[in-house]
Nanobody, 126 residues
Framework: VQLQASGGGLVQAGDSLRLSCVLS????????MGWFRQAPGKEREFAAA????????FYANFVKGRFTISRENAKNTVYLQMTSLQPEDTTVYYC????????????????????WGQGTLVTVSS
């Protein structure tokens, strides 16, 4: 299984950005997906998670309604739509996948994920 994340870049405060993550090498809809982020010198933190079906979603508190996770199984892709970006959102964002037995569970802990993308850098200027 390989995960390829993209969509990061340099934006101004208040702007929006959509991250994408494509899973290859296996059947995408067997996997629950998640997004994490990690700033230099800090631990990786959970941002958002989505179940295999897409019907169950969970967000970290810091998202505060600004981010939306979604998936498009026909394209083997999970998205993270980010709005109202702030300088404190500047960091590397990682997508992750775990082979889930059921279609409704999501996962919020780093250790629950089996596969990780390479990360995509988001920089928000003030």
């Amino acid at each position: 299984v390989q995960l390829q994340a993209s969509g990061g870049g340099l934006v101004q405060a208040g702007d929006s950005l959509r991250l994408s993550c494509v899973l290859s090498g296996s059947t995408f809809n067997n996997y629950a997906m998640g997004w994490f982020r990690q700033a230099p010198g800090k631990e990786r933190e959970f941002a958002a998670a989505i179940s295999r079906s897409g019907g169950s979603i969970f967000y970290a508190n810091f998202v505060k309604g600004r981010f939306t996770i979604s998936r498009e199984n026909a394209k083997n892709t999970v998205y993270l739509q980010m709005t109202s970006l702030q300088p404190e959102d500047t960091t590397v964002y990682y997508c992750a996948a775990t082979n889930a037995l059921d279609t409704t569970s999501y996962y919020i802990r780093e250790a629950q994920y089996d596969y990780w993308g390479q990360g995509t850098l988001v920089t928000v200027s003030s």
